[in-house]
């Protein structure tokens, strides 16, 4: 069974720095590109960003309002992923998902979803 | 970035009703198109994929269309399990953006 789980959410001032990690079991870890997807309170999804697999040598894509702040990162040995988010500001403020994406027929879409954690960027 | 807008923000509609949903891109995007589903407190869960594919498991209702531009997500017939957020969400781009949302209601 294909499992993503989020961990690492919680309350941080802003300006502080959280490590969010996605714990993967269930498939292929080092096949997959696995993104970074939020969503404030009452809000719409928005995504914040990939780390492609070691056949893409491990390349990363942001969203421009992290881009310098967030860094994603990955183990395959440990079948993980991270998001270091730094300079936080209370925008950041969302339950964070990561989700596999899978590619059928050259369309690429989130077929898996952890259930999200939750970080609060507040003083 | 590829800005994706969908309409309408929230509907509100009777068991049996059609549904159309609309999402528009601000370049072609071909049929690099996703839609999903996200009940309160969950996580996203994928419908339609490449414009018009239906994700094994989805309820035949549920049908999608479009390329280029313009697309269309459309239930047949509403059901009470149907109420939640829909979002399209291109794949086009290196950088990928969702549709704002749109609400479903049942009356």
């Known amino acids: 069974e294909v499992q993503l789980v989020e961990s690492g959410g919680g309350l941080v001032q802003p300006g502080g720095s959280l490590r969010l990690s996605c714990a993967a079991s269930g498939f292929t870890f080092s096949d997959h590109y696995i993104d970074w997807v939020r969503q404030a309170p009452g809000k719409g999804l928005e995504w914040v960003g990939r780390?492609?697999?070691?056949?893409?040598?491990?390349?990363?894509e942001y969203a421009a309002s992290v881009k310098g702040r967030f860094t994603i990162s990955r183990d395959d040995s440990e079948n993980s992923m991270y998001l270091q988010m730094n300079s936080l500001k209370t925008d950041d403020t969302a339950v964070y998902y990561c989700?596999?994406?899978?590619?059928?027929?050259?369309?690429?879409?989130?077929?898996?979803w952890g259930q999200g954690t939750l970080v609060t960027v507040s003083s | 970035d590829i800005q994706m807008t969908q309409s309408p923000s929230s509907l509100s509609a009777s068991v049996g009703d059609r549904v159309t949903i609309t999402c528009r891109a601000s370049q072609s995007i071909s049929s690099h198109l996703n839609w999903y589903q996200q009940k309160p407190g969950k996580a996203p869960k994928v419908l339609i994929y490449a414009a018009s594919s239906l994700q094994g498991g989805v309820p035949s209702r549920f049908s999608g269309s479009g390329s280029g531009t313009d697309f269309t997500l459309t239930i047949s017939s509403l059901q009470p399990e149907d109420f939640g957020s829909y979002y399209c969400q291109q794949s086009y781009s290196a950088v990928w953006t969702f549709g704002q949302g749109t609400k479903v209601e049942i009356k």
């Open positions: 780390s492609r697999n070691k056949a893409k040598s491990y390349t990363t």
């Open positions: 989700a596999r994406i899978i590619v059928v027929s050259a369309c690429h879409f989130f077929d898996f």
